[in-house]
């Protein structure tokens, strides 16, 4: 059975930046699409970045730019790297592996931007 593991959420003020790591365990990582998730308090989750079993990424119009999703295969790791963070990123994050019908998520990461 998969599973994902969070790390680097934390309270930051506006204009800096986070580090968000996820690790996997229990699953074929190199073969998973992965990506990072978001949900703030009152709308619905939705897609921040994601990164192909082969490297190319993509990313949310709201993020482009400020964000880089990367993986490391050996390591069985999928970071998010966060910089220039506005008030409205702030929300819980989730790492996510998916691959034919599996589908895993972690337990997520609380990131707050705020003075």
């Known amino acids: 059975q998969g599973q994902l593991v969070e790390s680097g959420g934390g309270l930051v003020q506006p204009g800096g930046s986070l580090r968000l790591s996820c690790a996997a365990s229990?699953?074929?990582?190199?073969?998973?699409?992965m990506a990072w998730y978001r949900q703030a308090p009152g709308k619905q989750r939705e897609l921040v970045a994601g990164?192909?079993?082969?490297?190319?990424?993509n990313y949310t119009d709201s993020v482009q730019g400020r964000f880089t999703i990367s993986r490391d295969n050996a390591k069985r790791t999928v970071s998010l790297q966060m910089n220039s963070l506005k008030a409205e990123d702030t929300a819980v994050y989730y790492c996510?592996?998916?691959?034919?019908?599996?589908?895993?998520w972690g337990q997520g990461t609380q990131v707050t931007v705020s003075s």
């Open positions: 229990g699953l074929a990582f190199t073969v998973y699409r």
């Open positions: 990164i192909t079993n082969r490297g190319s990424a």
């Open positions: 996510n592996a998916l691959f034919a019908n599996n589908n895993y």
